[in-house]
């Protein structure tokens, strides 16, 4: 859909989330994510909405899941939201100036922890929160740049430390 305003630059993949109510994570990931309206529209069935916004420098889609799609298979695809499948098929990761503090902003608004953020072998500090419809977002700030041999050398070491911990 190109809409003044919110249209991707090419080869760029937008994530478009389904969600129960699209209202309500909106309201989500503008507090929680600083996200801002591009573009907001009633679904065409006249059930919930269709809604573009930025969060961070990323365009993502956020559509309400309809009750005929829980049911139906479009193409040989189900389109239904995370709550209702039980889980997500997908991590959304974004670099962000500070992991920490993107985490917990996340969580007082509503996100539930789900790895908090570490310093991990590959160089990022690293965590994981599962938005209130099922999302998971992975938030990284980049503490070192690292070869694939040095991340490749660091992985063998953690592995062995471990196995010397069981």
Same mark, same amino acid.
């Given at each position: 859909?190109? &809409?003044?305003? +919110?249209?991707?630059? /090419?080869?760029?993949?937008? $994530?478009h989330l389904v969600v129960r109510?699209?209202?309500? #994570? !909106? ?27 930025? &969060?961070?420098? +990323?365009?993502?889609? /956020?559509?309400?899941?309809? $009750? ?8 040989? #695809? !189900? ?27 996340? &969580? ?59």
């Amino acid at each position: 859909m190109a &809409v003044e305003g +919110s249209v991707p630059a /090419l080869g760029v993949v937008v $994530p478009h989330l389904v969600v129960r109510d699209a209202a309500e #994570a !909106l309201a989500f990931y503008a507090l929680a994510f600083g996200a801002t309206v591009l573009y907001r529209s009633p679904s065409p069935s006249g059930v919930g909405e269709h809604i573009h916004i930025k &969060v961070w420098n +990323s365009l993502v889609q /956020l559509s309400t899941e309809e $009750p005929a799609q829980r049911s139906r298979r479009v193409e040989g #695809a !189900l389109l239904a939201s995370p709550e209702t499948l039980s889980g997500s098929t997908c991590v959304f990761q974004v670099g962000v100036p500070d992991v920490d503090v993107a985490y917990k902003r996340a &969580v007082d608004h509503g996100a539930t922890p789900a790895w908090p953020p570490r310093d991990m072998f590959w160089g990022d500090r690293y965590g994981w929160v599962r938005d209130p419809f099922g999302h998971v977002w992975a938030l990284a700030t980049v503490k070192e740049v690292l070869t694939p041999q040095e991340i490749e050398d660091r992985l063998r070491g953690l592995a062995v430390q471990m196995k010397e911990e069981n």
